[in-house]
C-alpha cells in the first residue's frame, strides 16, 4: 500500500498502488511462462543440434580423428552464449557429442564464451575470422583442441569433405569402366586364340592319329612287299634249278 503524501489525493493513492500490484503481477508472472515455453524450445534444439553434431562427427574421418583427443578425455565443454543468453555443456563421448542444459558430474575442461550470431556465423560459414575471435578459457590442450576441431566440425567443410569422396567414388566408379571398357577387346581377343589353340589342338591329334595309320600301313606294306620278294627268290631258284636239271 503506497502511503498518502501530503497534497496526494486519496485517488492516486490507490492508483499506484494499483500500478505497483499490477508490476509485481507481471515481473513474477512473465519469467515462468518465458521458462515454460522456453525450456521445451531449447531442449528440442539441443537435441537436434547434438543430432547433427553426432552424424557430422561420426560419417567424417577427418574430424572424428581431430576429435579423438576430446574423445579419449571425454571432455566436458561449457558453452555460453549472449544475444539471448544461454548455457548448456557439450560432452565428447565414443557415441558422439552429448549436449545437456546440466552439467552431470561437475567437471568443465573448458569453456567457450561467444554470441549466439558468432556461433552460429562459425559453424554456417567458418569464417576464420569468426573463428578466432570465439573466446574459449580452460586446459591449454583442451583449448588447443577445440580450436582445431572447430575448423574441420563446420558446413562447409563436411559438405566439402563428402563432396570430394562422392566425386572420388565416381572418378573410381569411371576408372573401373574406363578399364573395363579397355580390357573387353582384350578379352575377345583372348577368347579367339583359346578357340584358335582349340581347334589347333584337334587338328593335332587328328593329323597324329592319321599319321599312326599311315606308319600302320606302311609297316603292312613293307612287311607283304618283303614276303612277295621272299616268295620270288625262292621261286627264280626252283625254276632255274629245274631248267638245270632239263638240260642235263
Same mark, same amino acid.
Given at each position: 500500500?503506497?502511503?498518502?503524501?501530503?497534497?496526494? +489525493?486519496?485517488?492516486?493513492?490507490?492508483?499506484?498502488?494499483?500500478?505497483?500490484?499490477?508490476? =509485481?503481477?507481471?515481473?513474477?508472472?512473465?519469467?515462468? !511462462?518465458?521458462?515454460? *515455453?522456453?525450456?521445451?524450445?531449447? @531442449?528440442?534444439?539441443?537435441?537436434? /543440434?547434438?543430432?547433427?553434431?553426432?552424424?557430422?562427427?561420426?560419417?567424417?574421418? !577427418?574430424?572424428?580423428?581431430?576429435?579423438?583427443?576430446?574423445?579419449?578425455?571425454?571432455?566436458?565443454?561449457?558453452? $555460453?552464449?549472449?544475444?539471448?543468453?544461454?548455457?548448456?555443456?557439450?560432452?565428447?563421448?565414443?557415441?558422439?557429442?552429448?549436449?545437456?542444459?546440466?552439467?552431470?558430474?561437475? *567437471?568443465?575442461?573448458?569453456?567457450?564464451?561467444?554470441?549466439?550470431?558468432?556461433?552460429?556465423?562459425?559453424?554456417?560459414?567458418? +569464417?576464420?575470422?569468426?573463428?578466432?575471435?570465439?573466446?574459449?578459457?580452460?586446459?591449454?590442450?583442451?583449448?588447443?583442441?577445440?580450436? @582445431?576441431?572447430?575448423?574441420?566440425?563446420?558446413?562447409?567443410?563436411?559438405? @566439402?569433405?563428402?563432396?570430394?569422396? /562422392?566425386?572420388?567414388?565416381?572418378?573410381? *566408379?569411371?576408372?573401373?569402366?574406363?578399364?573395363?571398357?579397355?580390357?573387353?577387346?582384350?578379352?575377345? $581377343?583372348?577368347?579367339? !586364340?583359346?578357340?584358335?589353340?582349340?581347334?589347333?589342338?584337334?587338328?593335332?591329334?587328328?593329323?597324329? +592319329?592319321?599319321?599312326?595309320? /599311315? *606308319?600302320?600301313?606302311? $609297316?603292312?606294306?613293307?612287311?607283304?612287299?618283303?614276303?612277295?620278294?621272299? /616268295?620270288?627268290?625262292?621261286?627264280?631258284?626252283?625254276?632255274? =634249278?629245274?631248267?638245270?636239271?632239263? =638240260?642235263?
Amino acid at each position: 500500500m503506497v502511503e498518502p503524501r501530503p497534497g496526494m +489525493s486519496e485517488r492516486h493513492t490507490h492508483a499506484e498502488d494499483g500500478a505497483a500490484y499490477s508490476g =509485481t503481477e507481471s515481473y513474477r508472472g512473465v519469467p515462468d !511462462q518465458d521458462d515454460d *515455453k522456453t525450456h521445451p524450445f531449447q @531442449s528440442l534444439f539441443l537435441i537436434g /543440434l547434438e543430432s547433427t553434431l553426432t552424424f557430422m562427427l561420426r560419417h567424417d574421418a !577427418q574430424t572424428q580423428l581431430q576429435a579423438r583427443y576430446l574423445i579419449n578425455q571425454h571432455a566436458v565443454v561449457c558453452i $555460453r552464449t549472449y544475444l539471448p543468453s544461454q548455457t548448456f555443456y557439450a560432452t565428447f563421448t565414443e557415441r558422439g557429442l552429448l549436449l545437456d542444459r546440466t552439467l552431470s558430474d561437475g *567437471k568443465i575442461d573448458a569453456t567457450v564464451s561467444a554470441s549466439t550470431i558468432d556461433l552460429l556465423r562459425a559453424f554456417f560459414f567458418a +569464417s576464420d575470422k569468426v573463428l578466432d575471435g570465439i573466446r574459449i578459457d580452460g586446459n591449454q590442450q583442451i583449448v588447443s583442441e577445440i580450436r @582445431s576441431l572447430m575448423h574441420y566440425l563446420n558446413v562447409p567443410f563436411i559438405a @566439402s569433405s563428402w563432396l570430394n569422396q /562422392l566425386k572420388s567414388f565416381g572418378l573410381e *566408379k569411371d576408372d573401373g569402366s574406363h578399364q573395363q571398357r579397355r580390357i573387353k577387346p582384350l578379352l575377345k $581377343r583372348i577368347d579367339g !586364340q583359346q578357340h584358335q589353340i582349340q581347334q589347333l589342338t584337334v587338328l593335332s591329334k587328328e593329323q597324329a +592319329s592319321q599319321i599312326r595309320h /599311315l *606308319k600302320t600301313r606302311m $609297316r603292312r606294306q613293307v612287311v607283304v612287299f618283303t614276303v612277295i620278294s621272299f /616268295l620270288l627268290v625262292i621261286a627264280t631258284v626252283v625254276m632255274a =634249278t629245274l631248267l638245270l636239271i632239263r =638240260t642235263h
